[in-house]
């Protein structure tokens, strides 16, 4: 009975979730990996604490409008496993949706998380791996070497470290990580505000699709790498979104936070074909940010010029 519950609530879950051009037949889910995006949101989730303007009202109000901060996973759900990208704020609930879509009844195996920086929103949800909570055993999580000193020589994190609650693997950049005979992650770095750790992105190899992830980042053009050549050469992007243009902080300047605006990122891949910009799924939104309205005008623009906005609760063959 348990299971049969389980398979149904997992059902509910992707078909409340997923949007059918990239989704899969829940039928279908028990013998494949599959990428599972967990959240879509910036730092502070969406609402965010603090904020009574109109952008969070909604979600205040209706559960269903509520997003996690920006993570995703590869799940196998043959040998009940996963590997986490950023651990949020929102891991409790993010490791659950893994979980409700799951074949077994057990929790899921940890077999990895992957580690982008050390702002709050990729990496506190490791607090939930220690002795007040999960109690883990050696979860490998992979960082860069700075975030990898970050984690071992500050409180409360390193405690982690001391209790066996977790094993922090190194990383470095453009050198490949082999999870399994089929999938291999590498991680690269990207220009972005480094008080604690160096700031990466993951590319994502799998047997049939290859996904590149990078929630956070600077200016396209201070990156060293063409952006515009890493679309062509990968079928799915995950690229930071957090704000639309630059009016949604009154106030702020701007300059000071240098992530690409959409528009600008839109302007960069304007002539990409179709198909190119269809495999781009903007992601990590600021509570800001219009794209989170189905019905705005940012968002139509969007989708009228070819693009995707990510959609929690995704799943993706690969």
Known sequence: MRFLVKQLLSASLVIFFCSCDIGKDTDQLPDQTFIYVLGVAQDGGYPQAGCLKKCCIGPKNKPELRRWVSSIAIVNNAKNRCWIFDATPDFREQLQMINDVTASENPVNIAGIFLTHAHVGHYTGLAHLGLEVMGANKIPVYAMPRMMNFLTDNGPWSQLVTKKNINVEPLQDGVIININDQIKITPFLVPHRDEYSETVGFHISGPNK?????????????????IVAEIERNDYLFLDATFFDGTELPGRNMSQIPHPFVVESMQLFANLSIKEKQKIHFIHFNHTNPLYQPGSNARKVLNNAGFQVAEQGKIINF
Do not use: N
Request: aromatic share 18%; no cysteine.
């Open 210 to 226: 290859s996904v590149l992830f990078i929630p956070d980042i600077d200016k396209w053009e201070l990156w060293q790498k063409d």
